[in-house]
């Protein structure tokens, strides 16, 4: 019997209703009158792609991102539900997520939601003091976070990741503290937590330039870290990657797809896709991906072969983001040159890396630093 390959499937939906200050993914403010029409396009582009369409390629995960994928109706993504399931081998016990903004959810579409497979959804509360909320310019208020989760939690969705970002402008440790406390309080399954980073080209970026917003120091940003995972740990969140905690058994599998190197595929304008061997990227430009779809087109623009060297990088930079760590065999299977020299000269220089049980890992410590140590080990 083959091993089947455990693999993901991504969808993206650019709309918005509005465009946050911070965000740099690809998304729309003013085209939901094409949503009938993108949908469309997702389907077809997904009847005629020839990504992974060998059975040895289990799909487990399924996750629709954006943009506020929420914004779909339930019927339009069960046609996209249904063409994935026709297409490709889909696991039973799969996992189907849907990200929302809690101003986009109500108790009807929820169970809709629900009644059509979605059975995780990734709310993005982002804060619960209103005064940070308009910092980040999010149009929603903690009252809706609030009620966003209770509804869901009516619908019988048994499955919810809340969305969280510190080291805002204006963010003291105790207002953070309060939202961390009360995200707990209402008990979800998992809480994600991403320290809040100035992307060029967005808004944020221009306001920290002009000087009309400035951002917390380093220091801060590590403390606040370290407040985090106190608080979460203390609370039956296990942290298993340096942003993500979950209760026991309950971390995002499709998220660990990334993470792990594992095949996904992606549909939808600007979505990323990856075989294990190359990286392809489609259209960031809505109009273009439509024609290219209807034309019978493959809206890829841009593919990467991908050398050991990448390879190598890829799998320490993802693998180091883990509890776990990565395992040893797998980055000397992608390491030219001599391997155990690697590992002694990493070891010398990080004091926080730990290399034992075929495994090379970040202490708590070197958690803070991950992208400084990860940099300077790739090949």
């Known amino acids: 019997m083959i091993n089947k390959i455990k693999s993901g499937i991504y969808i993206h939906s650019p709309f ?18 094409d949503m009938d029409r993108l949908v469309d396009c997702i389907i077809k582009e ?17 996750f629709f991102g954006g943009g506020t994928p929420s914004l779909m109706e339930a019927s339009q993504i069960e046609r996209i539900l249904n063409t994935l399931n026709d297409k490709y081998n889909l696991a039973g016990n799969l996992e189907v997520t849907l990200e929302c903004n809690p101003d986009s959810l109500e108790l009807n579409k929820l169970i809709d939601f629900k009644s059509i497979g979605i059975n995780r959804i990734s709310i993005g509360f982002q804060s619960l003091d209103n005064n940070i909320l308009k910092v980040l310019s999010r149009d929603h208020s903690s009252k809706q976070c609030i009620s966003s989760y209770e509804d869901a939690r009516k619908a019988k969705i048994e499955n919810i990741n809340i969305d969280l970002i510190y080291c805002i402008p204006e963010q003291t440790q105790k207002i953070w503290f309060n939202t961390l406390s009360n995200v707990i309080d209402l008990d979800p399954e998992h809480i994600s937590c991403y320290s809040l980073t100035v992307e060029k080209n967005t808004k944020l970026h221009s306001m920290v330039r002009n000087k009309e917003i400035s951002m917390p120091s380093q220091d801060i940003d590590y403390e606040m870290f370290n407040l985090t995972r106190g608080t979460l740990t203390n609370n039956n969140f296990n ?3 340096i942003s993500n905690f979950s209760k026991t058994k309950m971390e995002c599998l499709h998220n660990l797809h990334y993470w792990t190197l594992d095949p996904y595929l992606a549909f939808g304008p600007s979505a990323y896709g990856f075989d294990g ?8 430009s809505l109009d273009q991906y439509m024609t290219m779809v209807e034309n019978n087109m493959e809206p890829i623009v841009d593919i990467e072969n991908l050398t050991s060297n990448d390879s190598f990088n890829d799998l320490l930079m993802n693998g180091l983001r883990l509890n776990k760590g990565v395992h040893l065999k797998q980055l000397e299977n992608f390491y030219e040159g001599d391997f155990s020299l690697f590992k002694q000269k990493a070891k010398e220089k990080w004091q926080n890396l730990e290399i034992k049980n075929n495994r090379m890992k970040l202490d708590l410590r070197g ?3 991950c992208d400084l140590i990860t940099s300077d080990l790739f090949q």
């Open 16 to 33: 918005c209703t509005t465009k946050c200050h911070y965000c740099d993914f690809y998304s729309i403010t003013d085209r939901l009158n």
């Open 46 to 62: 997904i009847k005629n792609s020839k990504q992974l369409i060998d059975k040895k390629y289990q799909f487990d995960t399924i």
């Open 239 to 241: 942290q298993y990657e």
């Open 277 to 284: 061997k190359k990286r392809w990227r489609n259209s960031r």
């Open 367 to 369: 958690q803070l630093i």
